[in-house]
């Protein structure tokens, strides 16, 4: 074992988390031998292997290891252990132990798992004692002793518990947890969080570690939904195996009495009983019946089913992991971000919009070896701990100190977005100290990931779901940030499905050949026939629409819109779908997009509208028809609507650019909205 070289974090959490704080790379290196939990293996290094000496150390990993090969009982090895603790009378093990009250006895029995005997003797004294041996059960060093039951009227057994030793934090004190934290800065303190769960900061970007840190939230907050798809390997179901205690990963199939409520013997379900369930191949939900998918969907939203006569309600996070076959890209383009859950959750938009974060499973790499640290971390039952002390406090009023919510945001994103930041804030800033920029950086992300689910919701074709522009309001500026999706722009993909209305797809290009594609998309709300802008629009392209809008106001009447214009308010947002920040020239495109928007009638699927109008309302045609045409074909579009003015140009176009873009001209905005709405 090599020692190691303490670096100023590690000599930071030794110096504030003394004895609470272990050395990583003994845990890896001792687990490879020993298939146990990690939080019980950290526990027995926590107490064997502390300091920094390195003869210590290894006489302290000396006791771990035969500690483990003398007392922890391996599944397979259950007959001998009961051969063992019969020969000497009384031995001590590591297991799972569970216990259960049996009514026609009047008797606790007690189960241990890998020793594989449901019928030990346990003093009441321990069941009153740990009340998790009723509730799940818990790891334990257990003395057993062996002596014939010969008194026993009902069921015998030769195996009696004469201690026991919970492997989980005796007590905890939260303050102390919340005064360690203020010793670290926040950069130091995520960096440690990371380093807790085993891997090495450095190895990850500032996002990248904020979406490891975002697994752990349905630990810290209450009735919280999250769901992660992505590819294997990338470590979606650890922390629900290893890091915590209290959450259990179910692996298959399982029954309304088992995850619910039993009505023959009266008893709480896993939801009643875990902090958090998590389901690890959500696929597994379609081999379930349809009565739990009703059940859990009312559950996801209020925290409470229905069971007989009986309304019954629990504080279980629900958690949802499955694997992506295809590239993002493909997904994005070709269907939405729920295709690979099973066909049961997948069109069930009420249950869909019920959770609360989609966390981008994509964007985190498949496990190596160089991200894992050999530098100190909390000692993770600790940290679970700490996570789960923090469930019974709320933090979901953080965000109005400094800002409010945009106009897209509904009851049930509003509920979401808060419940992310409460759980976020509790794990990086426990102690209630932030700055408002921090504020700011949790509220971001969780606005995205909820904006993620809405967007799908949107690519479904419900217009119920067509606010996404999610956005917040800085309450002392009042400055309006608007926060997208990064796999939705960015990836120059024009949708063969209708939109919804009031969206349009509209390009041109600069001087210097570069094309802008852009989706324009429009909102309306009560009002007075004022635009009001929301993202992605600045310069000459927010000096188009502004003419553009302009022109409808000139125009209304003719139109045909006149009282709809008076009596509403226009809220406008362009999504660069290159992300390349080359403004569109989109006049004629946002007179489009609101004509849509007023008629509630989508455009043409896959069109694209070409061409700007100037301030007397006269047809801006494009410098350039090929790079436009050609983008627009690279990227789906199906036709374009272009400026009559342009048709010259043909003769520089290529035959098979032609063959699968259609040319559709106009000469005024006003027959460009009717063609691309199909009304001409």
């Known amino acids: 074992m090599e020692p190691l070289e303490k670096d100023n974090l590690d000599k930071i959490a030794n110096q504030v ?114 009340d998790r041996l009723l509730l799940g059960g818990i790891w334990a060093q257990v003395t057993i002793r062996h002596m014939y039951d010969e008194e026993a009227t009902g069921k015998k057994s030769p195996f009696w518990i004469e201690d026991i030793r919970p492997i989980q934090l005796a007590s905890f004190n939260l303050d102390e947890y919340k005064q360690g934290r203020k010793e670290f800065t926040t950069d130091e303190w995520i960096d440690f969080l990371i380093r807790s769960l085993g891997m090495q900061p450095s190895e990850f970007d500032r996002r990248l570690k904020m979406l490891y840190l975002l697994r752990l939230v349905p630990f810290c907050e209450h009735n919280y939904n999250l769901i992660e798809l992505g590819p294997r390997g990338t470590g979606k179901s650890y922390a629900y195996q290893e890091i915590s205690p209290y959450g259990i990963l179910l692996t298959g199939p399982t029954t309304v009495a088992n995850l619910f409520y039993n009505m023959g013997t009266g008893k709480m379900g896993l939801i009643g009983l875990w902090d958090v369930v998590g389901f690890d191949e959500v696929a597994d939900l379609q081999k379930m019946p349809k009565e739990i998918i009703t059940m859990l969907k009312t559950y996801c939203e209020s925290g409470s089913f229905a069971r007989g006569r009986e309304q019954l309600a629990a504080y279980a996070s629900i958690a949802m992991f499955g694997n992506t076959n295809q590239p993002i890209d493909v997904m994005v383009k070709s269907s939405h971000l729920f295709m690979p859950m099973p066909d049961i959750i997948r069109t069930d938009m009420a249950f869909i919009d019920r959770i609360h974060c989609y966390l981008p499973g994509w964007e985190i790499p498949k496990m190596q070896i160089r991200f894992f640290t050999s530098n100190y971390g909390f000692v993770v039952d600790y940290l679970a701990e700490a996570i789960r002390d923090l469930r019974k406090y709320n933090f979901t009023d953080v965000i109005d100190q400094y800002f409010s919510f ?275």
């Open 17 to 130: 988390f003394a004895g609470r704080v272990v050395r990583k790379d003994l845990v890896r290196n001792v687990k490879v031998g020993a298939n146990v939990p990690v939080f019980v293996l950290e526990f027995l290094l926590g107490t064997y292997c502390t300091g920094d000496d390195q003869v210590a150390i290894e006489a302290g990993l000396k006791i771990v290891n035969s500690t483990l090969s003398e007392n922890f009982v391996r599944p397979d090895e259950s007959t001998k252990a009961q051969s063992l603790v019969r020969e000497r009378g009384k031995h001590m093990i590591i297991d799972k132990i569970k216990v259960r009250y049996d009514s026609e006895e009047d008797k606790y029995w007690a189960e241990l798992v890998n020793f594989s005997h449901r019928y030990v003797h346990i003093p009441e004294k321990y069941v009153t004692q740990f």
């Open 406 to 680: 945009g106009t897209h945001l509904n009851a049930r994103d509003v509920k979401a977005v808060r419940r992310t930041v409460s759980g976020m804030m509790k794990l990086l800033y426990p102690h209630g100290e932030y700055t408002k920029e921090e504020l700011a950086e949790v509220l971001e992300l969780a606005l995205e990931c909820r904006r993620r689910v809405k967007e799908q919701l949107k690519k479904m074709g419900s217009f119920e779901y067509y606010q996404t522009s999610f956005s917040y309001i800085d309450n002392e500026t009042r400055e309006e940030v608007y926060v997208g999706v990064p796999e939705e722009g960015g990836r120059g993909l024009i949708s063969p499905d209708p939109l919804a209305p009031g969206s349009v797809y509209c390009a041109s290009v600069d001087t210097e050949g570069k094309v802008g594609l852009y989706r324009i998309e429009v909102g309306m709300s009560a009002g007075t026939g004022k635009l009001k802008f929301r993202g992605g629009i600045a310069g000459s392209m927010k000096e188009s629409i502004q003419r553009a809008f302009s022109y409808i106001e000139s125009h209304k009447v003719t139109m045909g819109i006149g009282q709809e214009f008076d009596t509403s308010d226009f809220h406008v947002e362009a999504i660069d779908l290159l992300s390349n920040r080359i403004p569109a020239d989109s006049g004629v495109a946002f007179i489009t997009a609101v004509y849509s928007a007023i008629r509630s009638h989508p455009v043409r699927p896959g069109v694209v509208i070409l061409g700007d109008i100037s301030i007397q309302g006269n047809i801006k045609p494009l410098s350039s028809l090929i790079e436009v045409l050609q983008n627009t074909m690279d990227n789906g579009g199906k036709s374009a609507i272009i400026p009559v003015e342009n048709k010259r140009m043909f003769l520089e176009v290529s035959g098979d650019i032609l063959e699968q873009v259609d040319p559709i001209f106009y000469g005024d905005p006003i027959t460009a909205a009717m063609k691309a709405l199909g009304l001409h």
